[in-house]
């Protein structure tokens, strides 16, 4: 077990001369192979807000101002260890181009913007998939020993089909029609500017390289430059309004979002979740061919029912 604590948030501009060796193919130094991840958690014992990135974190995703911090912004901040865990340890993939194919965050309560909290990322569950591998990465954010939310990031790193897949089985395709929402719903069509990935790459620290330019997106087989999938999610949550205190919120991210781009959120009201058992469905839609780019839900934890 490798375990490592920080002070604060790593900087970027210390781990990127580290992630420029991620582009180069696994040598002997690796310690792990493909069939196996770091056993490695990484923490930030006393995390402190920066006031002014998450200033801009609101102003780019539209959150409101309200002195509590976004439900999403967590899985943001964790990205800085993400990144470090992923030069730093024996990490057995090219981090740059790795695919973010879904999110899952729970918060337990409301977190003030100014509260001291403790933060700490793992790796978990690598599995095959049909176009490589999967793996996760779970965070865990405490104020003293209470947690108060948590997250997992699914990423895929493309290769080729596992041996171990069955010839029989099929890749899931993503739905491709849209709800229907009554007046209560929201129903918003907006556009992504060519420029965000640029944008919210200097707000999240995420330069991941297949959303900056179309000329570097290209390098990993995409034709265009993509839009961040956290923060595709965070814009539909923003535009939907207040969320309860205490929620899930889950999202698979089903197609890229070549920018620019055109797109539609449609999702059903916040205000008809009353109880454990009912969900709030939304999904971001090409406003060209109706195909999706997000479907995700919110739920009530137990404890807020």
Known sequence: ?????????????????????????????????????????????????????????????????????PITYFSVLSQALQM????????????????????????????GERETVNMSVAFANLRDHAQGQQFDFVTTVKSQDDIVWEG??????????????????????PVTVKPMVDEAGVHNVFEVPEDIGRRYAFVSGDFNLIHLHSLSAKAFGFPKAIAHGMWSK??????????????????????????????????????????VEDSCHFGLYSSKNDKPHLVGHITLLADDA
């Open 152 to 173: 997992t990031s699914t990423y895929l790193a493309r290769g080729k089909k596992p041996d171990t897949n069955k010839a029989g089985k099929r890749k899931s395709r």
């Open 234 to 275: 965070a814009k539909c949550l923003a535009l939907m309004g207040e969320l309860p205190e205490a929620c899930s919120v889950g999202v698979s991210f089903k197609l890229p979002i070549f920018l620019p781009a055109e797109v539609e959120l449609i999702a059903e009201p916040v205000a008809k979740l009353e109880t």
């Open 1 to 69: 077990m490798s375990d490592k604590h920080f002070d604060a948030l790593p900087k970027a501009h210390t781990t990127y001369a580290n992630i420029i060796k991620s582009l180069l193919p696994i040598g002997d130094n690796a310690k792990v192979g493909k069939d196996e991840l770091p056993r490695a958690t990484y923490y930030v014992d006393d995390l402190h807000i920066d006031q002014s990135n998450l200033e801009d974190y609101r102003k780019i995703c539209g959150f409101a101002d309200n002195g509590k911090v």
């Open 84 to 111: 470090n865990m992923m030069v730093k340890e024996p990490f057995p993939f090219a981090m740059l181009g790795l695919v973010h194919v879904d999110n899952q965050v729970t918060q337990h309560r409301l977190i």
